[in-house]
């Protein structure tokens, strides 16, 4: 349900987090954290490990397969964002000894669907290089 001052995309993005944290947690990982800044201009949807991995989560929902591929929404201006947010994220924790990687989830439905779709699309894309220094 959206909240005053919500528009409906972000209370649908909101939804489709809690969508994909919970379908992860189902698959075994621990989240992390959600919606996770690193500093104050980039942020990363969900943070999880399993295993000896860290997972860096992007969510994309949508209502309906009509509105595109979830790969196509992340473009290369995104995946370097999210590369910088990661890599200041490692930083943080002084780069421990994991794997690290990013995995895109596709949530579609709409905000209170019982059963929304969920595709979870492990090592989506690899960090971007300017970046890769650090880790």
């Known amino acids: ?4 001052g919500q528009t409906e995309a972000h209370a649908a993005g ?3 987090e809690d969508v994909a944290a919970a379908s992860l ?3 075994g990982y621990e989240i992390l954290g959600r919606r996770v800044r690193p ?6 949807d969900i943070v999880a490990r ?23 929404a992340v473009d290369s201006a995104k995946r370097k964002a ?12 002084n780069f421990p000894q994991m794997y690290y990687r990013f995995d895109t989830i ?3 439905g709409k905000v209170g669907d019982k ?5 979870h699309i492990e090592n989506s894309f690899p960090f971007d290089r300017r970046y890769m220094l650090g880790v």
């Open 82 to 93: 999210l590369s910088r947010a990661a890599v200041r994220y490692l930083q943080q924790l």
């Open 14 to 16: 909101l939804w489709g």
């Open 39 to 44: 500093d104050r201009r980039d942020e990363i």
């Open 1 to 4: 349900m959206k909240k005053a």
């Open 106 to 108: 596709e949530v579609v």
């Open 50 to 72: 399993k295993d000896k991995s860290l997972v860096f989560i992007e969510v994309k929902t949508r209502r309906s397969e009509e509105f595109g591929r979830p790969l196509a």
């Open 25 to 27: 947690q189902r698959e």
């Open 115 to 119: 059963t929304p779709v969920v595709r």
